[in-house]
């Protein structure tokens, strides 16, 4: 079953979030960026509460720019490393990723999507692996498809 939701109409649309889902594979392809879930993504509770007969999810967003124009920001703090040894310790830098180096945040297996913001022809997207990930990018549309 396939939803899909305009970013360029007079009425931004709730786009539901999959949070703490699993991305099993992230794709670049015919002008979209393409998430693929986990399967059983009924298991978490994001999901229970949206779509609880889903068993996967792909996502994908239809960018109206080049694939240039995608903005993939790494936040890393070491706060957040076991091996800070000052807890309060709040040095954090930032890396700009390229976006032909996207499939590769899947590997390990831990790329899990945390939010998402919606904008006038914009996505903000906050992904989570070993660090922070933040996606924006240009998109007229977004489609949601459900595997049940």
């Known amino acids: 079953m396939k939803e899909v939701y305009y970013l360029n109409k007079e009425t931004l649309p709730r786009i539901p979030v999959p949070h703490d889902c699993l991305i099993r594979e992230v794709a670049l392809k015919d002008g979209f960026l393409e998430f693929t879930f986990e ?4 298991l978490h509770d994001s999901i229970q509460a949206i779509k609880p007969e889903a068993k996967s999810l792909i996502i994908r ?3 109206i720019y080049d694939l240039d124009d995608i903005e993939i920001i790494f936040l890393e703090s070491i706060a957040y490393h076991w091996w800070a040894r000052d807890p309060y310790a709040h040095k954090s830098h930032f890396r700009v990723y390229d976006y032909k180096k996207l499939p590769e945040l899947t590997k390990d297996g831990s790329l899990s999507y945390n939010a998402h913001y919606v904008n006038y022809n914009a996505m903000f997207i906050r992904l989570s692996s070993r660090c922070s990930i933040h996606i924006e990018l240009f998109a007229d549309y977004v489609e949601y498809e459900w595997i049940c």
């Not at 399967?39 to 009924?42: E, F, H, L, P, R």
């Open 39 to 42: 399967d059983d993504i009924n």
């Open 61 to 63: 967003y239809h960018l």
